[in-house]
């Protein structure tokens, strides 16, 4: 058996609306044939882990899409079945997210005794007329009596509110941000706006209307909300996540530290180490699509590939320095053989390091809080030939 650590990712598509924002794989379906779909999931796990040599389940993550409008039986099912097939590990992670406006009491109840035991809640924000502009289906009042329902079920659970929204002031966050801190029970994900292709806020901002916060003020409100969380003792773990010592999402720790997961359901995508090589898999997007190839030949799978020195460096990076921690340089070795001086321009690490922007310790390259607000830039500089000098 294998001692790295193993996630599994299992996507359920639809929601009950589209909000304006989301570029995710998500779907509005009038009717749901809830046996069929459970019988499929079942199939394509089974059918994933044919392969996959024995590693340490650290957590299973539902994701969607609404994974809150799936049977909770179907959950229970799935969970059933990944306890049957693998070794789990001592603090075993089952997430779920949720809307506010499918949170039903009874439901909750049975996603917690299905196996369930940390819950993320898509909450966005705590102001009616913001919720409108966002295009949510649930009212503040519903949002505060989900959490309370949260904490009711769940030993640990999360919610995500999104700021840098269009007018928005610095007082009026630390209002909304307060608020959100008296029911956070650990751990808070805050996310700024940002305006994805092929969404419908794109299509307003195109036709000239304001969808984003200038980007001075965008930094100011982002350095309020560390201050803020590190105050309330929920330092940020990465750039858009906030939790108390023990309480980061180990699931998504995977992603960022580079480590193998299973990604099931329409549209997901894993990361699986075979043979030595990291192969990046993915499934058919759209629901049909992926329910009629899993019927047909047991899985949905559509691309399998192993990833390229270039490509794994590239991931790495993009993953790692989006942690406070940074990038550990071992597991840039371990994955790809390079040194960091051979994966990345030294002369630019250097001026990223005297320009306040990265530090580079023994064992990390580290972004600062400077290179945090400029993290995309950051990483191009990272890559990036220095001036003058031939390929």
Known sequence: MSTSPLGIYIHWPFCLSKCPYC????????????KRWEKALLQELANSLQNQEKSNLVSVFFGGGTPSLMAPETVHSLLEKIRSLFPLATSFEVTLEANPSTVEADRFKAFSEAGVNRLSLGIQSLDDTVLSFLGRRHSAKEALAALEI??????????????????????????????????????????QLTIEPQTAFATRLERGEKMTLE??????????TEEMMIHHGLPPYEVSNYASPLQ???????????????????????????????????RYKAPETWLEAVEKSGHGLQVSHPLSVNERVQELTLMGMRLTSGLEIKRLL????????EAYSAQNLQLLEEGGLLQRTSTHLVPTFEGRL?????????????????T
């Open 23 to 34: 570029d995710f794989n998500s779907h509005v379906r009038e009717k749901v044939d809830d």
């Open 150 to 191: 949260a904490a009711a079920y769940f030993p640990r659970f999360s919610f995500d509110l999104i700021y840098a929204r269009p007018d928005q002031t610095a007082a009026s966050w630390r209002t909304e941000l307060c608020e959100a801190l008296s029911y956070a029970k650990g751990h808070l994900s805050l996310y």
């Open 215 to 224: 980007e001075d003020l965008a930094a100011t409100l982002y350095e309020l």
């Open 248 to 282: 980061e999402c180990c699931h998504n720790l995977l992603y960022w530290n580079f480590e193998d997961y299973i990604g099931i359901g329409p549209g997901a995508h894993g990361r699986i180490t075979q043979m030595n090589s990291k192969y990046a898999t993915s």
């Open 334 to 341: 371990e994955e790809t053989k390079l040194t960091v001086d």
């Open 374 to 390: 400029r993290l995309n830039g950051l990483i191009a500089f990272m890559f990036q030939k220095p001036e003058g000098k031939k």
